[in-house]
């Protein structure tokens, strides 16, 4: 991975080699040399001869995450805008924006698909590079921009009702996550509520909470909640619920102290069983948790209402045992056929 990360900024910005051997995580120079004419076969300094970096904006460095075609980056940015936080997410003109807290740094990220080139700009506006391998891997994970699609469209074409599905969305993505934490205290807000209800809490949840900008950036107002932030704070006019408050502090304190991690290389049994231990939280709500923050491509809601509603427009039997009995086909991935019947519905489900 650092090697990879080092060969982006080779390629694609004209920042100092130096700056580029630690920005990617190498502990010396030598060892920075040393890997990448093994991985590589040529000198750092050799790659740097064979290209021309592109240069951003001021303040910005821009790079270029490659995909397997085909992507549908359409359906992508209408999941995610019809659930963007306002002040930390905004979707405009094909493209992401939205703020990001790192461990070390902060700032914002800008993701623009171009499929004509199978490839994302991700453009970066950040206090300090020293979390960019992270940051693009969290960038990459939250556009699934490492799926391979012609191997779902190759199990999940096998039956025949979802085959026409994956017609006409070819190639599309789970929306993942940047912030677990984030993206749970989403689902925990959306449950037996509509999308835009969702988003009205959460944006209530973001003024009272969390972080201002220096100063706002177009919509982008404020940095998300920390879960420090969440666990002992005072949620009460805000909309929520007594039940809903104490999920959230839970969930809140629990990843504060470290014993839930919702990120990709946590245990996802581990992380799951802990998730339904806590108050409010059942199996869809840790499925759906599953699905975006912890990356499970198999992760899947049985239970959910927009799913059998999906299913029954499709002339397939919609009870419980019918649903998880013909899922079994779509093994290792009933979350893209998930994805794929929630998209078929359209603007009539109401998925936090």
Not at 13 to 30: D, H, K, Q
Not at 191 to 213: M, N, W, Y
Request: with cysteine; hydrophobic share 45%; net charge positive.
């Amino acid at each position: 991975r650092r090697a990879q990360t080092a060969r982006l900024l080779i390629d694609q910005t004209a920042l100092p080699l130096t700056t580029v051997a630690f920005t990617a995580g190498f502990e010396s120079i030598r060892q920075f040399n040393d890997t990448m004419r093994t991985s590589f076969g040529c000198t750092p300094t050799a790659m740097r001869k064979q290209v021309k970096p592109g240069v951003a904006g001021a303040g910005e460095i821009a790079l270029r995450l490659r995909y397997r075609p085909p992507f549908a980056a359409g359906a992508l940015l209408a999941y995610l805008a019809t659930r963007a936080i306002p002040g930390v997410e905004e979707i405009s003109g094909g493209s992401y924006r939205r703020t990001v807290v790192m461990p070390r740094s902060r700032g914002i990220v800008t993701l623009e698909p171009h499929t004509d080139n199978a490839t994302v700009v991700l453009r970066l506006g950040f206090d300090d590079l020293i979390d960019l391998p992270l940051l693009v891997q969290h960038c990459r994970q939250l556009f699934d921009l490492d799926a391979d699609p012609m191997a779902i469209h190759e199990t999940l074409s096998t039956d025949a009702a979802l085959r026409p599905l994956l017609e006409t969305q070819p190639g599309l993505r789970i929306p993942g996550a940047i912030n677990g934490f984030e993206l749970a205290v989403r689902a925990i807000l959306g449950q037996q509520i509509s999308v835009a209800g969702a988003r009205t809490l959460a944006a209530r949840l973001v003024a009272k909470l969390g972080e201002p900008l220096a100063a706002p950036r177009g919509g982008l107002t404020h940095y998300f909640p920390t879960a420090a932030a969440v666990a002992d704070a005072d949620l009460a006019g805000i909309g929520l619920t007594g039940a809903r408050i104490a999920s959230l502090r839970a969930l809140a304190r629990s990843v504060a102290a470290g014993e839930i991690v919702l990120e990709r290389t946590a245990d996802r049994q581990e992380t799951t069983e802990r998730l339904l231990a806590l108050p409010g939280v059942g199996p869809w709500t840790a499925s759906y948790i599953a699905l975006r923050a912890l990356g499970d491509p198999d992760a899947f809601p049985a239970a959910d209402l927009g799913l059998r509603r999906a299913l029954e427009r499709l002339g397939r039997p919609a009870d419980a045992r019918s649903i998880v009995t013909m899922a079994e086909a779509w093994r290792p991935w009933r979350g893209y056929a998930t994805l794929h019947l929630w998209t078929s519905l359209a603007n009539q489900g109401a998925k936090p």
